[in-house]
């Protein structure tokens, strides 16, 4: 296993090794004291392990890398990922997962607020409570809460999947409760078992779009 430490490199100097290595090479981060931006733009099956908490947009555009954070992590944890895979064992702050177009994010704690806020085909499963105005305009993709959501849950949400284990505060603009079927018990089923997660499927509660803003209609002139 090769070892950084950022008390000892810069962070460009770490990240910069970080993005030149290739499969099936892993690295173990130490010391990363809340540090922005730490090992983002990620481009290969590496395996990188973070010993502490993070600060904004760890993880940010990964692609291909299994990340592990045995912490928390700050504001955008991450964003616009294509694929791979983070493990938060903490908790994340507000838009964890925006505009992520693939891969999994697993947050073991709960998130803040717009979690998944435009996401576009990533998978999110939070163990915890989720904050309010998550899956914001979610285009496609899946977010699953163990636990409990704030205030407008899918506020005008497209094709994104939501499912909720607990309470929701209350639903956004043009999100509503959709029907369990087995397809999508069998999805939810999947990625519980992926994540490790004890709970049956049978608990959950699915959200979608009503599709009534998908075109313009002056009696939902309110909604826009």
């Given at each position: ?13 770490l990240n910069?090794k ?13 010391n ?6 730490l ?40 964003e ?13 702050s ?20 717009r ?8 998978d ?11 899956a ?7 977010l ?26 209350s ?21 519980l078992?992926d ?26 002139a309110?909604?826009y």
């Amino acid at each position: 296993m090769n070892k950084l430490d950022l008390e000892k490199i810069t962070l460009r100097e770490l990240n910069t090794k970080l993005q030149m290595s290739k499969s099936p090479e892993t690295w173990l981060i130490s010391n990363p004291k809340g540090a922005h931006a730490l090992a983002v733009g990620l481009d290969s099956s590496i395996k990188v392990k973070i010993e502490g908490s993070t600060g904004y947009y760890c993880a940010g555009m990964n692609k291909k890398a299994f990340i592990e954070v045995s912490g928390s992590v700050g504001p955008g944890a991450a964003e616009n990922m294509m694929s791979g895979k983070l493990v938060v064992h903490g908790n994340a702050s507000q838009y964890a997962g925006a505009t992520g177009h693939g891969g999994t994010l697993l947050i073991k704690g709960n998130a803040s607020s717009r979690c998944g806020i435009s996401m576009k085909g990533i998978d999110i499963v939070v163990k915890g409570d989720i904050g309010h105005m998550s899956a914001f305009m979610a285009q496609s993709g899946k977010l699953i809460v163990c636990g409990n959501v704030g205030d407008s849950l899918g506020d005008s949400i497209y094709e994104a999947q939501i499912f909720v284990r607990g309470s929701v505060k209350s639903l956004g603009a043009d999100c509503v409760e959709k029907e369990m079927s087995k397809k999508y018990t069998e999805i939810l089923e999947k990625l519980l078992s992926d994540a490790k997660l004890n709970f049956k499927p049978s608990k959950f509660r699915r959200y979608g779009s009503a599709r009534k803003l998908y075109n313009f209609d002056i009696a939902n002139a309110e909604e826009y």
